[in-house]
Structures are given as C-alpha cells and as structure tokens.
Nanobody, 125 residues
C-alpha cells in the first residue's frame, strides 16, 4: 500500500516555473511507477508524465514535452514535477499516482492504483 500527498501548487503567471512534490508513505515506494495527471475545470483528468521505478525512464504527454520534467528520489520517498514556461492551459488540479509494474507508457488513469488528493495549479495570463 502506498499513500500519496501532493504539495507545491499555487498561483503563478504565464512563463513562470513551479515544482510539485509527491510524498509517499510505505517502504515500497521505490518499486512503483509514478505519474502525474491533471484535471482542468470542466474537463476529464489527463495524463501528464510518468517515471520508472528507478528514474531511468520517463514519458510525457506531447503538450508538456520540453517544459516539464518528472523525477524522483526514492531515498526520500518523494517524486517531483518541475514545470517551466507555464501557460494558462496548464491550469488545473495536479494529481500524483502510482502503480505496480514496470511499464511507463501507461496513460489511462484506471491503470493506476494509488492516488493523492491533488494540488491546485493556476496560471494567469
């Protein structure tokens, strides 16, 4: 079992940067694939990025490639999402998720077993 708690959200201006953190409980965090999803107002939750259990592999949705970086520090049971060149379209609630297994090219939320409660990111123009 893994419990996830996101932090680091806030209100920023377009072009700014922000780093989200996802702190996990449980000694097995290092064995899970970790991902970030987001949900904009009135829209379905969508995949943003995923990282393999050891950080060696990453996968991003096209709209954030080159702007967002996912990483993790298993010694600290924490994952991160560094967001740069933020746009108003990046506004939404950002969720941390985790799943058992090694595949990182997994974008369906139903494939992730563990979820945080989310942190709000608002980007003003």
């Amino acid at each position: 079992q893994v419990q996830l708690v996101e932090s680091g959200g806030g209100l920023v201006q377009a072009g700014d940067s922000l780093r989200l953190s996802c702190t996990a409980s449980g000694r097995t965090f290092g064995t899970y694939v970790m991902a970030w999803f987001r949900q904009a107002p009135g829209k379905a939750r969508e995949f943003v990025a995923a990282i393999s259990w050891n950080g060696g592999g990453t996968y991003y949705t096209d709209s954030v490639k080159g702007r967002f970086t996912i990483s993790r520090d298993n010694a600290k049971n924490t994952g991160y999402l560094q967001m740069s060149s933020l746009k108003p379209d990046d506004t939404g609630v950002y969720y941390c998720a985790a799943k058992i297994g090694v595949a990182i090219f997994v974008v369906r939320e139903n494939d992730y077993s563990y979820w945080g409660r989310g942190t709000q990111v608002t980007v003003s123009s």
